[in-house]
């Protein structure tokens, strides 16, 4: 199984997922922004959190055009899978690989602590190894975190089952509680929670690791 | 452009005094330029040259086997096994964050990380002691807001856990907030980067951001009192882009790998300047700079602008010029400006080139190790007057009234707006006590914490200094570490006053003795004078940063208490109310001496805590609040009760030192009364946890209501 993890100039979580990619079995290879190609034989494509390039403009907005960006998006239209965490999702939003928008927190403010998510579908590939409706502890990092979109896309998100996780209470005043979600092929997860950071035993918890296990084990099982 | 001419008044704007000005004169022999008079006052004012504090920082104990680096260079370096170092340092950016508090305080962190990573260190953690006014006072809310989101908005961009810190409150602060900024970086013993440049002909290298007018006078600034043109002082705040500056680290960690760099300083304080003159002077060089090729984001700046600018995230190195294509590369990939600036020169020679002129030509050395050094008369500080009697309280009013105060309140607030666990290797998150991170890829784990209390320095600097890191010591025991080293940042008022001379010597002996008594060398430091405004001095406040090793991270002690464990205290009790935080925050008193420090009873309580860590599901040390605080604190992050047997005053709240609070199951406690026995040391039951109350003596009240006063005082008062 190979992963490749991209790493923007303000990337600061790239190595943190790579360590969780490898612990799960993947062979990780870590891609410059500003390549224009993939390597061959990927399966999936890790969007890591940090600052991408500073959060300037908008998060994600400038990721969106960087020379990268055009070979995610051929990756994810071959059907391939990518998996954006904080900064990554809001990437995700900014390519339009997935809906809606991530703002700046209710409450102005960063906020780090770990909170409760609910999974609400285990029918991903990055959900499967998780129990349906388990309550789950992971960080969150983030000032814009804020998942918003309009009526007919929240009610899409919701009708097809593409809300993957949702905060037990939002800290950030999400739409919906809604803390990450699914692609229509249901093969691009965005979330603002971070797995990675609660998928060993050292980290106080290992409420994570099923997402990346689930993935190897359905990447095995393809 | 017409220079100024230098007449007394201009001397004195740039902080020099009659006396330092006739120095300069004999050592050029003429009278100075414009911009040589900015040279000068830069490297001669306090926060450069630590002029006042010298001939008292030399008699610090800096040396151990641990110890790979102490003083001098950018931080100190410290050996923790396997080839690897721990390179940190505290530094201070109190004016600058009072002035304007995001950007100072963001420009702190972002300079005690370039001092970090120049070193060759990747930063691992961060930590920040904030000391502010009173809650009350109107400019305070404003402080705490922009400072927490300066040094959340700087750290946590960067990429570096910030896992421990402090906050206080206290009028003295009202009109000089210290912000303490520190960092830790691992790094390979073998692989650690140095200041001191070699070779003669070799390329001066700017590297990072372009130079602009910010921060231009800002170390001659930080070396001043303040009044009330405070406001005209904004200019002299730089502004910090901490996207540019985790570029600027990974470009310098890339760099380093290639074999390019012979030395290398980051522009901190006094720039430009200060980092050619420290490069020079270590290597016993001269430099010639040509400020025509420093990369600039303005028009027509000065010699005098380009050389004094505090413009972050820049770096200037020394160059190997076999190397220049691999170096220049490395910069390019991560779009940072590499201009060859100057070169290494055999005569004692500061250079300076501007458009064809000459506009600076001093000896170099002279600006460096001849910088004037004072012995500031002090005068000891006299003993503190008798503690009148305190009367009993009501246990649970005193908790109560502590933990409603924004001093002993929880501070989620704060430490929720900074990523704690980036990097992923935070084991032990922020809240009570050190925090605990893995060094990556093994097993082995670091421990941090910064003390100080303030109003023990102010009653009795020599046992205040000792207490600081006597705390530091305890602290990283606690979490079952061995303490390694030490920073101290030392925040005091102005030195020409004897008095807080007088201050500063004193502490300085208590943190020398300490240090010394626990094995704890200063390995770097700071120190920030003139704390004062309109002659009013802060409280004195050694802020001590400590470090410790836990060569496997599965000793670390980070239980909590359970139903059932019984309450234990290593360490005599004898009820010690002067300076307590009950006597302040209840009594409104600030009286009586500082309980005293038996530096041979630390080592020993520590010792048996590390020896005996199986016995120990949870543990945490008593200071300030004394045993009902801790106890408290204990029971609350558990989500259990707990039962003190004590009700009188001096047993919960005093705050005799070299104790711990310890929980564990009744056999382990068995276990650990023996051992305590045998090494001759004092343990003893003093209660137990369980339940969903808090009792002490008689007196109890609900821990779900005690815990929602806790966790949402701070939030009450400045949310």
Known sequence: MRAAVLVFPGSNCDRDLAVAFRNAGFDVEMVWHKDTDLPGGLDIVGVPGGFSYGDYLRCGAIAAQSPISGALKAHAARGGYVFGVCNGFQILTETRLLPGALLQNAGVKYICKTVTLRVETTDSAFTNAYAAGAEIDIPIAHHEGNYQADADTLARLRGEDRVAFRYLDAPNGSTDRIAGILSENRRVL????????????????????????????????? | MQEPAITPDLIAKHGLSAEEYDRILEIIGREPSFTELGIFSAMWNEHCSYKSSKKWLRTLPTEGPQVICGPGENAGVVDIGDGQAVVF??????????????????????GILRDVFTMGARPIAAMNALSFGSPDHPKTRQLVHGVVEGIGGYGNCFGVPTVGGEVRFHPAYNGNCLVNAFAAGLADADKIFYSAASGVGMPVVYLGAKTGRDGVGGATMASAEFDDTIEQKRPT???????????????????????????????????????????????RLGIKLELDRVPVREDAMSAYEMMLSESQERMLMVLNPELEAEAKAVFEKWDLDFAVVGETIAEDRFLILHGNAVKADLPLSKLASTAPEYDRPWVETPAPSELAPVPEIDPIDGLRALIASPNYAAKQWVYEQYDSMVMADTIRNPGLGAGVVRVHGTNKALAFTSDVTP?????????????????????????????????DNMNFG?????????QFVGAIRGIGAACAALDMPIVSGNVSLYNETDGQGILPTPTIGAVGLLTSADDLIDGLPRDGHL????????????????????????????????????????????????????????????????AFELAEAAGVGVTLDAGDTPALFGEDQARYLISCSYDKAEALMVAAGQAGVPLATVGRFGGDRVWMGGSEAPLADLSALYRGAFAEVFA
């Not at chain 2, 570029?247 to 012979?262: F, P």
Request: hydrophobic letters at 40%; glycine letters at 12%; charged letters at 25%.
């Open chain 2, 494 to 502: 102005n030195p020409e006053k004897p008095e807080i001379m007088g």
């Open chain 2, 567 to 630: 309450a234990l205290v290593l360490g005599e009790t004898r009820g010690h109310l002067g300076q307590s935080a009950l006597l302040a925050e209840v009594f409104h008193r600030e009286e009586g001496d500082a309980p005293a420090v038996d530096l041979e009873a630390e080592r020993r309580h520590g010792d048996f805590i590390r020896a005996h860590r199986e016995w120990i599901d949870a543990c945490t040390d008593l200071s300030d609040g004394g045993l009902a605080l801790a």
């Open chain 2, 455 to 487: 109003r023990y320095v102010k009653a009795n600097p020599v046992e205040g200094g000792k207490q600081a890191v006597a705390e530091a010591y305890r602290n990283l025991t606690a979490v079952g570490a061995v303490p390694l080293a030490t920073t």
């Open chain 1, 190 to 222: 965005g979330m603002m929670p971070h797995p990675e950071r609660r998928a060993e035993p050292a980290h106080g918890g290992t409420d994570g690791a099923a997402l990346f296990t689930s993935l190897s084990e359905a990447l095995v099982n393809a």
């Open chain 2, 89 to 110: 340092k505290m530094e201070s950016h109190n004016h600058p964050s009072y002035i304007e508090p995001y950007q100072g305080a963001a420009t702190g962190v972002g």
């Open chain 2, 237 to 283: 705040v730089q502004v910090g882009d901490p996207f540019t500056e985790k570029r600027l680290l990974e470009a310098c960690l890339e760099l380093m790998q290639t074999g390019a760099v012979i030395s290398i300083q980051d522009m901190g304080a006094a720039g430009l300047t200060c980092s050619a003159v420290e490069m020079g002077d270590k290597g």
